[in-house]
């Protein structure tokens, strides 16, 4: 459980306390039917056939999303880590972001933590130093000072 | 299947242009107003040149505009290209609330014993 690289200085996504065990949270994480029936949320639709999961290192993980409107947007992932029933991390190879899904069980249930981070691999020691929240929360701050001062 | 939006890969060269430190100290210092490039070198230990390689990327990115004033060439801030990067951010975390949301409702309609 220990000893492991963390994206320490990533961006949080979110984070959600859910009432079901670790276990049964991983398995509709890595599964393609209750993949379908979640992963748009409220804002899309995935048909079931279009998820395609390879739940190993170097996998591939793809689904279709079906938008209010109709649009459809394929998506592509890549299985950076699989650690049954803790950790997945997805890489997108199109845009190079890395997502991070943490399971944690809490209470009776599970905690999932999400992290992201949209760096080229090449700066991920520097960032991970410098902290994207960090910069995040700054930029906030510069573009709401910057609203008072700039016109364009 | 579908190309991605140029938007994809700017908002790729931003995040990466803020990466440095040098360079996130120049959009600090620009959020307070314009300044030229002697300006921004003052409180670096860096030359004129190297201020202006960061002006350049930063240029180049779409975060800083630089504009022709007689001898000076002042610096200014994007706003709406740095509002572009916390939208995006925001973008995500509201996509993954959304995703959660359903995730909940998703486990909540599963029967008690069987995850199946």
Do not use: K
Request: aromatic content about 4%; proline content about 6%; overall charge negative.
């Amino acid at each position: 459980m220990t000893g492991r690289v963390t994206l320490d200085g990533d961006q949080l996504i979110a984070t959600r306390h859910l009432d079901a065990e670790p276990a049964l949270v991983w398995e509709v994480f890595t599964s393609p039917a209750h993949l379908a029936a979640f992963w748009g949320g409220d804002h899309a639709t995935v048909p079931p056939e279009s998820v395609a999961v390879d739940l190993r290192v170097g996998g591939v993980f793809e689904l279709e999303t079906v938008g209010a409107d109709g649009s459809r947007h394929p998506l592509r992932f890549r299985y950076e880590v699989v650690e049954a029933p803790t950790r997945l991390v997805l890489v997108e190879p199109r845009t190079g972001l890395l997502t991070e899904i943490r399971l944690r069980p809490t209470g009776d249930g599970t905690t999932v933590v999400v992290h992201q981070r949209r760096l080229p691999p090449e700066l991920q020691t520097e960032q991970a130093r410098a902290g994207l929240a960090g910069i995040l929360d700054r930029l906030e701050l510069v573009v709401t000072e910057n609203r008072f001062h700039e016109h364009c | 299947m579908t190309t991605a939006p140029p938007v994809e890969d700017d908002l790729d060269a931003a995040f990466a242009a803020l990466s440095d430190r040098t360079r996130r100290a120049i959009i600090s210092r620009l959020a307070r107003g314009e300044a030229t490039v002697g300006e921004l070198a003052a409180p670096f230990d860096l030359t004129h040149q190297a201020i202006s390689r960061h002006i350049g990327i930063l240029r180049r990115c779409g975060l800083v505009r630089q504009r022709v004033d007689g001898q000076r060439r002042p610096c200014r801030l994007d706003a709406d290209r740095m509002q572009e990067l916390i939208g995006w951010i925001s973008e995500q975390q509201r996509e993954w609330e959304s995703r959660l949301d359903g995730l909940e409702r998703h486990l909540a309609s599963l029967p008690q014993e069987s995850p199946r």
